[in-house]
């Protein structure tokens, strides 16, 4: 398993924009599909985007497309998600998650970071 550590989450209005990152440490980062997910109060965790491996394939939910972009810098251990024309229903803990399948579950995923919170103001 990796180790994972987001950060950039904040309190941005409604338009706005924000860049999330995901850093990772322990075993080869590069060898991990990794992804997005995000927990609204009251509702369950739920899909944003994923990249594989070696980021030439990316996947987001319909919420989402268009307006946020997965990457990853393997060299670096870290992965983004550059998240632009913000809604108040983006409102949520974003979570970064490393697995080794390319799939939206999140039960597939075995590693989880702490969680970063995104707040969009109306």
């Known amino acids: 398993q990796v180790q994972l550590v987001e950060s950039g989450g904040g309190l941005v209005q409604a338009g706005g924009s924000l860049r999330l990152s995901c850093e990772a440490s322990g075993r080869t980062f590069s060898r991990y599909v990794v992804g997005w997910f995000r927990q609204a109060p009251g509702k369950e965790r739920e899909f944003v985007a994923r990249?594989?491996?070696?980021?030439?394939?990316?996947s987001y939910a319909d919420s989402v497309e268009g307006r946020f972009t997965i990457s990853r810098d393997n060299g670096k251990n870290t992965m983004y998600l550059q998240m632009n024309s913000l809604r108040p229903e983006d409102t949520a803990v974003y979570y970064c998650?490393?697995?080794?399948?390319?799939?939206?579950?999140?039960?597939?995923?075995?590693?989880w970071g702490r969680g970063t919170q995104v707040t969009v103001s109306s």
């Open positions: 998650a490393a697995g080794l399948i390319f799939n939206p579950d999140p039960r597939k995923y075995d590693s």
């Open positions: 990249i594989t491996s070696n980021g030439r394939v990316t």
